[in-house]
Each structure stands twice: as structure tokens, then as C-alpha cells.
């Protein structure tokens, strides 16, 4: 039976494969992790130094798969193993484990070539969903939180309240429906001919076996849900929730997605609840739309975030019955919270950085400087950095505990005393002060959206500066910069604050025009601001 999106013809498809060439097949193995699985007959790393003797039946072997669209069945176990997702936890009950899945490092070659190919046609046909950020290329989670919190604070500029809610999907990847994932494939996506028999080949006739130590169980058969550790595995599953989107258009909410993860936001002013309702008719259909879908929406574990003034959010709180509503919650590994102060967030960064930095000042004595630098970056400088763009424009009291948590982490490096001043510690240490840092990472992520590095969600919100007339300012590079109400949202918004911190870079430096050298340029350029 035909579904309603199958309706919907693509403009154009993808019939064949083009056949692989040494050089092709050589940069695919030198991007693959060489993670070895159970059932490889060598372990990887030894696998690629060797490569180059038996490149030619390499070459035949994946030439053949992509010309007959016949996926090898040897390459369709895998090996899952249960890992515990926190050392701590009872490993008697089965709920702590986390099930990873591995698979044949060949399969990864393979499925990495015919990833190449499917994603160019994908892009080159703007047939992914623009709203979603997950597994794919110049995305990620701090695009995303970045986007949906522009459209917040604008919000908030505009004098409305913002409505968000965390969609919870119950073992979502496990759970997709192979008739309907190779429907869309065939009618949404376009795929046909010998690309489409070789996805069906693919999906059937998958199987799983259990290994725990020196234990495995016997093989089962896979009869549902994209491959768990597969490379093709996430982009089929973002294919699979292509409808979702216009599911969520019909009804004029706001959204974005990051794999299985699904945000919707609204404004709502004090005195008109209306689009509440809206909202609330959205999740039903998304939970039937869902439900039909074999996906599971999992209500227990939706949250509500009510974000706005405090008295202007007890009128809306009559509305919520079965959702009710929270204080912060955790997105994407940040906490939001109703104010959107990003309080509760910084002091949980610099709880864990400093129960990190403890542990790591007891070691010190035994680690050399360059490996206690590495260890350093690894547990406190990513935390500091990880979707600092959105602490862009907070009063600097707010991120003084960053910054406190940055020079203490400087000081047992360098084993300086308390009582030393801290700046030529970091300037010798050629680390950025965390304010520095934040503005790095803006001024970084504007450069790539100007340049078709970034998702188009956040280069939408950049317009060159037209002057009313022809001035000397005409093709220097300059944004608009948007008109907003307040200082504390308005100009904290990403529309806002990237373009005028742009616009003053413009003055002290010249534009690179590749990625890596402006990013050296402007690390030197905001290292003399700070240290001169």
C-alpha cells in the first residue's frame, strides 16, 4: 500500500553507482577508524599497513558490489557487546547496559564509498531536511542549540514568551521499518535501479549475535531497524523522518531535530494561549504520524521549558496539564534554563572541570607538561569550549567561574602559586581567556556560513550591508546589523551579535580565504586583544 509521501515524485535519481578507483578507495581507508571487530580475521591497524599488496582484489571486491547491487552477506553480522553506561551502576541489571554494536571493518569501506555517492546526490538535490542537524557535514549540536536560541532570544526581544519542548523517542534507530525505510528511498529520495536493489540487499537479511568476554550467543536475526554501528546507519534513519518535517509545517511550529532528538518552540504572548493549542495538536499528530511509523514517542521523558519572565509564565502554566513544565533542562548537553541566564549550566561545567582538575593535580607530579597539557584540553579546555557560542553576549560576572576554573587548570599545568598573576601564565601558555574564546568561536562559525561552511539555517540569518547608497563602505565585507529592543536578548541573539562582532573584525583584519589560516589569523588577532 502506498503511503501519501510516496505520492510525490523525486525530480531526479540515482540509478548506478560510479565504479571506485585506487585513489578513491585509498583516501576512504585513510578516513575509516581502524576499529577491529570480533569477526575480522586481522586486526585493522595491521590490515592497513598491508592494504597496498591486495589493493587490486580490494578494488574488484567493492567494484563488483556496486555494479551487481549485491551487499556481501558476509559483511551483514554484527557483534554486539554490553557495556556498562557507568562504571558505578549495578551490572546485575540489564538496564544499565548500553548494547554497541560492531561490524566488519570491510562492510565500513564499503558502505563509506557508497556513502560518498548517496550524500553528493542528496546535497546536490537539497533533499535532506533543512531543520535537521544530525550526522551530517559542517552540522552539529552547537548549529543547532545556536539556531533555536536566535529564535528565542528574538522572541523574548519581541516581548513574547517561548514555549519549548524535548521530544523523547524510545529506541528509535531500533525500530525502523524496512518496507517503509526502502519505500522513501525509492520515492522521496529517488533512488532506483542497481543503487535501490543494493540498500534492499542491505537491509535483508541481517543478523546479531551476542559477545561478553570470552561468551557469545547464538546468531539472531535482524528483522527491523538500521544497522547500529554501520556508517550508512544514521543518514538512512534521518531519511526514514523526512516526512516529520511537513508533519510539523502543517501546523506552523517552529522545530529542529538532531538525530532523534526533536525540539519544538513557539511565541506565545501572555494574553493569547491560542498557539499552545496549536502546539499541543502538533504532538498528537506527531505521536500518530509517529505510531504508524513504528516509533515510539516517549511521553514520561518529553520536557517543557517555559522561557520568559516569571510573572508573565504563571498565565501560561493553566495550560499545561499532562507536560509540566521545568525549571532547566538538559539540550543536547546544555542546560537551558527558564531565564535563560545559562547559570545552572556554567556552575554544572565548572563542577565537573573541577572535580576533573582534583583527580588531575594528584597525578601532576608523575605527568611531563606536554602530557599533562593533553590531559588538560582533554577533560577541562573541551568542556570550556563545547557550545560556548551560546554564552555569546552574557554579562562577564555570568562566566567568571569559566574563567576561574581556565587559570586554575593553567596553574597546575605550570605548578604556579596562588598568588602569582595569572595573565602571563596564559599568555605563555598561548591559551585564549574563556571571553576570548567565546568570540573565536562566533566569529569562527560566521566565516564558515559566509563561505558555505555552515548550515544554511544560521547563513539565512546573515545579509551583507546594502548601503542606501553607493559609499565607501559599498563590498567591504560588512553585515546588517538587525535593529532589537533590548540589550540583554537582542543583542545577545547570534542575528545579532555575530554580524557586529564581525563588522569590528573587518577593521584590525583582513579576511583569509580558507578556513584553517583565518583561524590562525584571528587567534593571533584575538590573542594580542587579550594579552596586549
Same mark, same amino acid.
Given at each position: 500500500?502506498?503511503? $501519501?509521501?510516496?505520492?510525490?515524485? #523525486?525530480?531526479?535519481?540515482?540509478?548506478?553507482?560510479?565504479?571506485?578507483?585506487?585513489?578513491?578507495?585509498?583516501?576512504? @581507508?585513510?578516513?575509516?577508524?581502524?576499529?577491529?571487530?570480533?569477526?575480522?580475521?586481522? $586486526?585493522?591497524?595491521?590490515?592497513?599497513?598491508?592494504?597496498?599488496?591486495?589493493?587490486?582484489? @580490494?578494488?574488484?571486491?567493492?567494484?563488483?558490489?556496486?555494479?551487481?547491487?549485491?551487499?556481501?552477506?558476509?559483511?551483514?553480522?554484527?557483534?554486539?557487546?554490553?557495556?556498562?553506561?557507568?562504571?558505578?551502576?549495578?551490572?546485575?541489571?540489564?538496564?544499565?547496559?548500553?548494547? =554497541?554494536?560492531?561490524?566488519?571493518?570491510?562492510?565500513? *569501506?564499503?558502505?563509506?564509498?557508497?556513502?560518498?555517492?548517496?550524500?553528493?546526490?542528496?546535497?546536490?538535490?537539497?533533499?535532506?531536511?533543512?531543520?535537521?542537524?544530525?550526522?551530517?557535514?559542517?552540522?552539529?549540536?552547537?548549529?543547532?542549540?545556536?539556531?533555536?536560541?536566535?529564535?528565542?532570544?528574538?522572541? %523574548?526581544?519581541?516581548?513574547?514568551?517561548?514555549? %519549548?519542548?524535548?521530544?523523547?523517542?524510545?529506541?528509535?534507530?531500533?525500530?525502523?521499518?524496512?518496507?517503509?525505510?526502502?519505500?522513501?528511498?525509492?520515492?522521496?529520495?529517488? @533512488?532506483?535501479?542497481? =543503487?535501490?536493489?543494493?540498500?534492499?540487499?542491505? %537491509?535483508?537479511?541481517?543478523?546479531?549475535?551476542?559477545?561478553?568476554?570470552?561468551?557469545?550467543?547464538?546468531?539472531?536475526?535482524?528483522?527491523?531497524? =538500521?544497522?547500529?554501528?554501520?556508517?550508512?546507519?544514521?543518514?538512512?534513519?534521518?531519511?526514514?523522518?523526512?516526512?516529520?518535517?511537513?508533519?510539523?509545517?502543517? &501546523?506552523?511550529?517552529?522545530?529542529?531535530?538532531?538525530?532523534?532528538?526533536?525540539?519544538?518552540?513557539?511565541?506565545?504572548? $501572555?494574553?493569547?494561549?491560542? #498557539?499552545?493549542?496549536?502546539?499541543?495538536?502538533?504532538?498528537?499528530?506527531?505521536?500518530?504520524?509517529?505510531?504508524?511509523?513504528?516509533?515510539?514517542?516517549?511521553?514520561?521523558?518529553?520536557?517543557?521549558?517555559?522561557?520568559?519572565?516569571?510573572?508573565?509564565?504563571?498565565?501560561?502554566?493553566?495550560?499545561?496539564?499532562?507536560?509540566?513544565?521545568?525549571?532547566?533542562?538538559?539540550? /543536547?548537553?546544555?542546560?537551558?534554563?527558564?531565564?535563560?541566564?545559562?547559570? #545552572?549550566?556554567?556552575?554544572?561545567?565548572?563542577?565537573?572541570?573541577?572535580? &576533573?582538575?582534583?583527580?588531575?593535580?594528584?597525578?601532576?607530579?608523575?605527568?611531563?607538561?606536554?602530557?599533562?597539557?593533553?590531559?588538560?584540553?582533554?577533560?577541562?579546555?573541551?568542556?570550556?569550549?563545547?557550545?560556548?557560542?551560546?554564552?555569546?553576549?552574557? $554579562?562577564?560576572?555570568?562566566?567568571?567561574?569559566?574563567?576561574?576554573?581556565?587559570?586554575?587548570?593553567?596553574?597546575?599545568?605550570?605548578?604556579?602559586?596562588?598568588?602569582?598573576?595569572?595573565?602571563? =601564565?596564559?599568555?605563555?601558555?598561548?591559551?585564549?581567556?574563556?571571553?576570548?574564546?567565546?568570540?573565536?568561536?562566533? %566569529?569562527?562559525?560566521?566565516?564558515?556560513?559566509?563561505?558555505?561552511?555552515?548550515?544554511?539555517?544560521?547563513?539565512?540569518?546573515?545579509?551583507?550591508?546594502?548601503?542606501?547608497?553607493?559609499?565607501?563602505?559599498?563590498?567591504?565585507? /560588512?553585515?546588517? *546589523?538587525?535593529?532589537?529592543?533590548?540589550?540583554?536578548?537582542?543583542?545577545?541573539?547570534?542575528?545579532?551579535?555575530? #554580524?557586529?562582532?564581525?563588522?569590528?573584525?573587518?577593521?584590525?583584519?583582513?579576511?583569509?580565504?580558507?578556513?584553517?589560516?583565518?583561524?590562525?589569523?584571528?587567534?593571533?588577532? @584575538?590573542?594580542?586583544?587579550?594579552?596586549?
Amino acid at each position: 500500500m502506498l503511503t $501519501p509521501e510516496s505520492l510525490i515524485l #523525486p525530480e531526479e535519481t540515482l540509478e548506478s553507482f560510479a565504479l571506485v578507483d585506487a585513489r578513491t578507495l585509498g583516501r576512504v @581507508l585513510s578516513q575509516v577508524k581502524p576499529t577491529t571487530c570480533l569477526l575480522d580475521p586481522i $586486526p585493522t591497524p595491521f590490515f592497513k599497513r598491508l592494504c597496498g599488496f591486495f589493493e587490486d582484489q @580490494l578494488l574488484y571486491m567493492v567494484n563488483c558490489s556496486l555494479q551487481t547491487g549485491v551487499f556481501p552477506a558476509s559483511f551483514k553480522t554484527a557483534v554486539v557487546k554490553p557495556l556498562l553506561k557507568k562504571s558505578n551502576l549495578d551490572p546485575n541489571i540489564f538496564n544499565n547496559y548500553r548494547p =554497541v554494536s560492531n561490524l566488519p571493518f570491510l562492510s565500513k *569501506i564499503l558502505e563509506k564509498l557508497v556513502f560518498n555517492q548517496v550524500n553528493d546526490f542528496l546535497i546536490a538535490n537539497n533533499i535532506l531536511e533543512k531543520c535537521q542537524s544530525g550526522f551530517r557535514t559542517n552540522h552539529s549540536t552547537e548549529t543547532a542549540l545556536l539556531k533555536i536560541l536566535n529564535d528565542i532570544r528574538c522572541n %523574548l526581544d519581541n516581548n513574547k514568551l517561548t514555549v %519549548l519542548v524535548l521530544l523523547d523517542l524510545t529506541a528509535a534507530f531500533d525500530t525502523v521499518d524496512h518496507h517503509i525505510l526502502l519505500d522513501r528511498l525509492k520515492t522521496l529520495v529517488g @533512488l532506483s535501479g542497481t =543503487v535501490l536493489n543494493w540498500f534492499i540487499s542491505y %537491509l535483508t537479511d541481517r543478523h546479531f549475535f551476542v559477545s561478553m568476554d570470552t561468551c557469545s550467543s547464538e546468531t539472531h536475526k535482524i528483522k527491523c531497524g =538500521v544497522p547500529q554501528g554501520s556508517i550508512l546507519g544514521p543518514t538512512l534513519f534521518n531519511l526514514y523522518m523526512l516526512p516529520l518535517g511537513d508533519v510539523i509545517r502543517r &501546523h506552523g511550529i517552529s522545530f529542529h531535530s538532531y538525530a532523534d532528538d526533536t525540539q519544538l518552540y513557539i511565541a506565545v504572548s $501572555p494574553d493569547d494561549t491560542g #498557539p499552545i493549542d496549536v502546539l499541543f495538536n502538533c504532538i498528537l499528530d506527531i505521536k500518530t504520524w509517529m505510531a504508524a511509523n513504528f516509533l515510539q514517542l516517549n511521553q514520561d521523558k518529553t520536557e517543557v521549558l517555559l522561557i520568559g519572565p516569571e510573572g508573565q509564565k504563571e498565565k501560561l502554566l493553566p495550560k499545561f496539564k499532562d507536560f509540566k513544565p521545568s525549571q532547566s533542562v538538559k539540550n /543536547l548537553g546544555v542546560i537551558f534554563d527558564s531565564e535563560l541566564s545559562f547559570i #545552572p549550566h556554567i556552575k554544572n561545567i565548572t563542577k565537573i572541570g573541577f572535580y &576533573h582538575l582534583k583527580n588531575i593535580a594528584r597525578v601532576r607530579p608523575f605527568l611531563s607538561q606536554a602530557s599533562t597539557e593533553v590531559v588538560m584540553h582533554a577533560f577541562i579546555s573541551c568542556r570550556l569550549d563545547y557550545c560556548n557560542a551560546l554564552l555569546s553576549g552574557l $554579562p562577564k560576572k555570568s562566566i567568571s567561574n569559566l574563567q576561574l576554573l581556565q587559570n586554575s587548570a593553567a596553574r597546575v599545568l605550570t605548578r604556579t602559586r596562588g598568588r602569582e598573576h595569572i595573565t602571563p =601564565v596564559l599568555k605563555s601558555l598561548h591559551w585564549l581567556p574563556v571571553r576570548f574564546r567565546i568570540d573565536f568561536k562566533v %566569529l569562527l562559525i560566521v566565516f564558515k556560513c559566509l563561505n558555505g561552511l555552515g548550515p544554511s539555517y544560521l547563513s539565512d540569518l546573515l545579509l551583507p550591508y546594502q548601503p542606501p547608497r553607493t559609499l565607501r563602505s559599498s563590498g567591504t565585507g /560588512l553585515l546588517t *546589523i538587525p535593529q532589537v529592543k533590548s540589550k540583554k536578548h537582542g543583542e545577545a541573539a547570534f542575528s545579532c551579535y555575530g #554580524p557586529r562582532l564581525w563588522n569590528s573584525l573587518l577593521e584590525n583584519l583582513r579576511v583569509a580565504e580558507t578556513a584553517e589560516v583565518f583561524k590562525k589569523r584571528l587567534k593571533t588577532h @584575538l590573542f594580542n586583544q587579550a594579552f596586549n
